[in-house]
Every structure is written in C-alpha cells, then in structure tokens.
Nanobody, 111 residues
Framework: VQLQASGGGLVQSGGSLRLSCATS????????VAWFRQAPGKEREGVSC????????YYRESVKGRFTVSKDTAARTVYLQMNNLKPEDTAVYYC?????WGQGTQVTVSS
C-alpha cells in the first residue's frame, strides 16, 4: 500500500491549492481516506475524510465551506480542494487510509 500526497506550495491569503493523494495497493471503494495536517509545534489534526462506500464527507469546523474533498476511484486519487486559504491553514498535509500514511506536502499561506 502506498499513498503519495502532492500539490502543496506557497500561496497568499485568499488563494487556492488542490492537493492530490495518489494511492496504490487498495481500493478506494473499500477504505476511507482522510486528510490530516500538522503545523509547527502543534499536534496532527484531522481535516477531512471521504468514505469508501457512498462518498460521504467530513470536515473539521474551521475548513467547512472552504475545503472540498473528492475522489476519482478509477484514477485511485483523492483530492482536497482548498479555497480562501488563511495563514492558519499553514501546515504539512498528509493523506491517510486506515493505518497507512503518505509523506506530507507543505502548504504555506502568507498574510
């Protein structure tokens, strides 16, 4: 099983980024995939999740209305569209499926 996150970068406040999590070794129809983030000096926190079955989604309160998680099962990829980014969204973002983690991708939002 592998997960590889990409798409991070440096953007100004109010900007957008789309993160991708390319997966292999399991089906997105069998396991949910979640996005987590970890800012310097802080604990890792859950950001969003998309279910395996019906595609239902979850968002932490601080990103509701700004972030959208989606998946392309055929492409084995999960996306996190992040709009209206704020400096407090600055963190390393990770994708996760059950016990498997991808490497992080850095998102930096300047004020």
């Amino acid at each position: 099983v592998q997960l590889q996150a990409s798409g991070g970068g440096l953007v100004q406040s109010g900007g957008s980024l789309r993160l991708s999590c390319a997966t292999s070794g399991f089906s997105l129809n069998r396991f949910p995939v979640a996005w987590f983030r970890q800012a310097p000096g802080k604990e890792r926190e859950g950001v969003s999740c998309i279910s395996s079955s019906d595609g239902s989604t979850y968002y932490r309160e601080s990103v509701k209305g700004r972030f959208t998680v989606s998946k392309d099962t055929a492409a084995r990829t999960v996306y996190l569209q992040m709009n209206n980014l704020k400096p407090e969204d600055t963190a390393v973002y990770y994708c996760n499926a059950v016990v498997w983690w991808g490497q992080g991708t850095q998102v930096t939002v300047s004020s």
